[in-house]
């Protein structure tokens, strides 16, 4: 299976300011996905972000508060932007090979003070 | 109603017991299904995983799908301290998106 490194594993930020999230993979991989696991829930997908193209997002996200950038096939970043309490969460990227083939990074855990 | 439905716990058991934890889903279009352990401060891991229905050995877990009741379990025998982490359901109709249940979080007491 894939290894991602993700970073910063975790930060504490002020409202109003913008964290970028990074996720590096070993191996080329053609999708990777943004989740998000608030505290005591499940992980709910944020965005599908392809190499080349536009990333996808769930509905109740977008990309003004979400952009993300996919530059090659080993890389991508997600910014949580204008943050507020309410976005204190751990951030996960994962990628996939095949139908079970999902794999997910340490996380990004985000306080917002 | 949430596609996928799972106790949150949390559960607490006495080492060497059996472990049972389920989760319920409503599309029926769901044909993979996953289990993932999430230790403290870590990503999820797949633990186990299955084609529609049916049963699925590894070790001391087994993983039950019954489709017609749309109703998954992840049965963990002889259960150790190691085991405690929290465990989540994961389905998907093949090339859609890994749908997760909320996550079940589990203590095995030595």
């Known amino acids: 299976s894939a290894v991602i490194s993700q970073k910063p594993s975790r930060d504490i930020c002020q409202r109003g300011t913008s964290l970028t999230i990074q996720c590096q993979v070993d191996s080329q991989v053609t999708m990777m996905f943004w989740y998000r696991q608030q505290p005591g829930q499940s992980l709910t997908l944020i965005a599908t972000?392809?190499?080349?193209?536009?990333?996808?997002?769930e509905s109740g996200f977008v990309i003004d508060k979400f952009p993300i950038s996919r530059p090659n096939l080993t890389f991508s970043t997600l910014t949580v932007s204008n943050m507020s309490p309410e976005d204190s969460s751990i951030y996960l990227c994962?990628?996939?090979?095949?139908?079970?083939?999902?794999?997910f990074g340490s996380g990004t855990r985000l306080t917002v003070v | 109603q949430k596609e996928v439905e799972q106790d949150p716990g949390p559960l607490s058991v006495p080492e060497g017991a059996i472990v049972s934890l389920n989760c319920t889903y409503s599309n029926s279009a769901f044909q993979y299904f996953m289990w993932y352990r999430q230790y403290s401060r870590k990503g999820p891991e797949l633990l186990m995983y299955t084609y529609s229905s049916g049963n699925k050995e590894d070790g001391r877990f087994t993983a039950q799908v019954d489709k017609s009741s749309k109703y998954i379990s992840l049965f963990i025998r002889d259960s150790q301290p190691s085991d405690s982490a929290t465990y989540l359901c994961?389905?998907?109709?093949?090339?859609?998106?890994?749908?997760f249940g909320q996550g079940t979080r589990l203590t095995i007491n030595p």
């Open positions: 972000a392809n190499q080349g193209s536009e990333a996808t997002y």
């Open positions: 994961a389905m998907s109709g093949g090339a859609q998106k890994l749908v």
């Open positions: 994962s990628v996939r090979r095949g139908p079970y083939g999902y794999t």
